[in-house]
């Protein structure tokens, strides 16, 4: 009779366990955070959301980036705080890194995405959302950002240089792969 109770025990566990699997979850980048609406979503495009912490100079967190991949094009929604006031630009960049102080190593800014400049109210705060034609954070899509070398999203100040002396704010979008 023991061990007939054992056998159930045992039966019963594995079920609990096989059924707690997650089997059928969705791949996303390494170091990226993705987020499924209520419903279910009937293709990859309308659940890929990845969110990016932003760092200022000094290694500090000043917000976020959340990449939306729609229909279409991809939402970009910034908000962050804590920012110098003036106008600001935002480029996507060609390597998946993004160190301060100066973010050098996110490399050249990735050609034929543009992007509107940012108003920095008095206060320091941006809440923004722009909308990103002919790009991607889905891996198999065209001009996606998910490539081998990785991107990285750059905020800079609308004064000097775009490619080296300006780069105020950085996020890595996909590490390297």
């Known amino acids: 009779m023991k061990q007939w109770i054992n056998w159930v025990l045992l039966l019963i566990a594995s079920v609990s366990l096989s059924a707690c699997a997650d089997t059928d979850a969705p791949e996303i980048a390494p170091?990226?955070?993705?987020?499924?609406?209520?419903e279910s979503a009937e293709t990859d495009a309308q659940m890929a959301t990845l969110n990016i912490d932003l760092y200022n100079s000094d290694s500090e967190i000043v917000g976020t980036a959340i990449l939306d991949e729609g229909e279409e094009s991809v939402s970009l929604t910034l908000s962050l705080e804590n920012v110098n006031s003036g106008e600001l630009s935002v480029q996507l960049h060609k390597n998946g890194s993004a160190t301060p102080p100066s973010f050098e190593d996110a490399g050249e800014a990735i050609?034929?995405?543009?992007?509107?400049?940012?108003?920095?109210?008095e206060n320091g705060v941006i809440n923004q959302t722009l909308e990103l034609e002919n790009v991607s954070i889905l891996p198999e899509e065209e001009g996606t950002l998910a490539t081998e070398?990785?991107?990285?999203?750059?905020?800079?100040?609308?004064?000097?240089?775009?490619?080296?002396?300006?780069r105020l704010i950085g996020g890595v979008v996909f590490p390297p792969q």
């Open 149 to 166: 070398s990785g991107t990285s999203i750059i905020i800079h100040s609308e004064m000097g240089n775009i490619e080296s002396d300006n």
């Open 31 to 38: 170091g990226a955070n993705q987020e499924e609406g209520e």
């Open 111 to 121: 050609s034929g995405i543009d992007t509107p400049s940012l108003e920095v109210s």
